[in-house]
T-cell receptor, first 116, second 112 residues
Framework: AQKITQTQPGMFVQEKEAVTLDCTYD???????LFWYKQPSSGEMIFLIY??????QNATEGRYSLNFQKARKSANLVISASQLGDSAMYFC?????????????FGKGTMLLVSP | NAGVTQTPKFRVLKTGQSMTLLCAQD?????MYWYRQDPGMGLRLIHY???????AKGEVPDGYNVSRLKKQNFLLGLESAAPSQTSVYFC???????????FGSGTRLTVV
């Protein structure tokens, strides 16, 4: 079974609208972390946001927020007020455990296109 | 600038040739990782290292070897390249906070 599932291969949104990118995960480890990365066409991996499994509040970083629903095992990324520069591939990732021995597992990604 | 540097950025190999990809970090990070990215597959872990002199296998280790003789360097070797190893390779390191992964800019490798 896949540990990280991103069911949306592609998403379209108009500039200034909000968009939600879905991510579900599968783990039996009570300690885990969830990550979102952005990969623009230039290819670099840009860290966006992190949510620990014990964090009480949903993580937020500027226009990015993570809608963490632990019981449903979902960690959706919400981008508010989309900008043209948000067009990119977005990856959800999980780390089971809490150290460098615990490695990142990535989903297959969602391509987001923002139109004017 | 501090960060993770990968060399080379691009390379074309013939089937059967060997090469080494270098990952260097100047942040004194203990943990380093090699991933490959293929279309529609996300990033998959090849090998990783939890400190100088240590290495461990990831999800897709076959056909690759690694070495971490110095803390700042993590080398990925292909002894006999195959077309299936055509991919983009990313190196990453982990420091503090413990979610602070830093990725290199990637190496695009084509095996013909």
């Amino acid at each position: 079974a896949q540990k990280i599932t991103q069911t949306q291969p592609g998403m379209f949104v108009q500039e200034k609208e909000a968009v939600t990118l879905d991510c579900t995960y599968d783990t039996s480890d009570p300690s885990y972390g969830l990550f979102w990365y952005k990969q623009p066409s230039s290819g670099e991996m840009i860290f966006l946001i992190y949510q620990g499994s014990y964090d009480q509040q949903n993580a937020t970083e500027g226009r990015y927020s993570l809608n963490f629903q632990k019981a449903r095992k979902s960690a959706n990324l919400v981008i508010s007020a989309s900008q043209l520069g948000d067009s990119a591939m977005y990856f959800c990732a999980m780390r089971e455990g809490n150290s460098g021995y615990s490695t990142l597992t990535f989903g297959k990604g969602t391509m987001l296109l923002v139109s004017p | 600038n501090a960060g993770v540097t990968q060399t080379p950025k691009f390379r074309v190999l013939k089937t059967g040739q060997s090469m080494t990809l270098l990952c260097a970090q100047d942040m004194n990070h203990e943990y380093m990782y090699w991933y490959r990215q293929d279309p529609g597959m996300g990033l998959r872990l090849i090998h990783y290292s939890v400190g100088e002199g240590t290495t461990a296998k990831g999800e897709v280790p076959d056909g690759y070897n690694v070495s971490r003789l110095k803390k700042q360097n993590f080398l990925l070797g292909l002894e006999s390249a195959a077309p299936s190893q055509t991919s983009v390779y990313f190196c990453a390191s982990l420091g503090q906070p413990n979610y602070g992964y830093t990725f290199g800019s990637g190496t695009r490798l084509t095996v013909v």
